[in-house]
Structure formats: structure tokens, C-alpha cells
């Protein structure tokens, strides 16, 4: 599968040596994550928002072929931690770890995961599959930029899901799988 290149801060130095433009973060420290593609030996090309839109739609299709793949092969273990650590952001990942700590000083409850968030169920089907991956909306005017990306996931039925991204360490991570993010930090508050 084609894999579109991004470089990070020696792009970021390159342009910012060629014509002075400088990115920055939220606070004027530079900022390391700013995407830049590689066009060939010694060119930098900054990319139009219709590429990065591009590349946070593929990601999805690439997430959601894997989340396929493992789940239905008959030697997967419903392991999401693997997936999580793949695709998902550093702090999608803070906060399961914060929510299974958590559950695990409550072992008499029943705790917060009372279904998997990969197949919006407790169950999954041997066809499940991901369909109608579209863009929704992306901001990189920001940083660090966001996208919403929408799908059908077909697991026994059809379920709409929202996919938030966030860019992160060069590349588009899992940041919101429909609210499971924001009910896993109210359930963290409480």
C-alpha cells in the first residue's frame, strides 16, 4: 500500500532557511511535528490540506483494515492494547491505562469497558469491515492539527462511527472513537 512521506523537523529548518517562514506552537517554541513531504532529493513541499486530508482518510482505511484483519484471524486474542499502542495517541493510551487502574481498585464493579471500542460491541463478526471512509473536517491551522474522519463499520450490522485524529510524532494517530475518550475522563472524574 502506497504510504505517502512526511518529514519532520529537517524539512520544518529547510523552509524555514529558504524563505523565512517559521511554524511555531500554541506557545513560539518551533514546532517539530509540522508535516512536510519529501518531493525527490533536496526539494521540500508543503503539503495542500486536501493531501493532509487525504493521508488522515488512508490512515483510517489502513486502521480499520488492520482492526479486520486481527479480529477476525483465528489466533487473535482480544488484545485492543496492541492496536491502542499502534494507531492510538499518547494520551488515548494515558487514559485507558488510567481507566483500567482505575477499575482494578474496583474489582467488585463491573468497571467502564463493557464493550470494545475497535468494534463498537461485545461481539464481533467474522465479516467485519470498514466502508464509506470520508473526511469530515480537518484543521491545520492549529497545532497540532486535528481531522474527523467518518466510516461504516460493519459488524453484524451497520454502525456509524466518528474517528477523531490527532498528528502526533509525524503521523496520524487515533485521538476519539465516538466519545469512548471523553466518557473514559468523565468516568476517570467521578
Given amino acids: 500500500m502506497k504510504k505517502t512521506i512526511f518529514c519532520m523537523l ?30 525527490g ?7 495542500t490540506e486536501e493531501e ?13 483494515e488492520t482492526v479486520s484483519e486481527a479480529y477476525t484471524s483465528k489466533d487473535w486474542k482480544t488484545a485492543t ?22 477499575d482494578n481498585k474496583n474489582s467488585e464493579e463491573m468497571g467502564f469497558f463493557d464493550a470494545d471500542y475497535w468494534v463498537m460491541g461485545q461481539d464481533w463478526s467474522d465479516d467485519l469491515h470498514a ?14 492539527w486535528r481531522a474527523t474522519v467518518t466510516l461504516n463499520l460493519h459488524n ?6 466518528k474517528v477523531g485524529l490527532v498528528y502526533e510524532d509525524g503521523e496520524w494517530k487515533v485521538d476519539e472513537l465516538d466519545d469512548w475518550k ?3 475522563k468523565d468516568y476517570l472524574a467521578e
Fill in 41 to 47: 532529493p533536496g526539494s521540500v513541499y508543503v503539503p
Fill in 131 to 144: 466502508t464509506d471512509v470520508k473526511l469530515q473536517d480537518i484543521n491545520i491551522e492549529d497545532y497540532p
Fill in 156 to 161: 453484524f450490522n451497520v454502525i456509524p462511527v
Fill in 81 to 102: 492494547s496492541k492496536l491502542d499502542e499502534q494507531f492510538c495517541s499518547k494520551d488515548w493510551n494515558t487514559t485507558v491505562k488510567a481507566v483500567i487502574e482505575k
Fill in 10 to 39: 529537517g524539512a520544518l529548518m529547510a523552509l524555514s532557511s529558504c524563505n523565512g517562514n517559521k511554524s511555531g506552537s500554541a506557545d513560539g517554541s518551533d514546532n517539530a511535528d509540522s508535516v512536510f513531504m519529501l518531493d
Fill in 52 to 64: 493532509v486530508g487525504a493521508n488522515a482518510v488512508e490512515t483510517v482505511q489502513e486502521v480499520y
Fill in 182 to 184: 471523553k466518557g473514559m
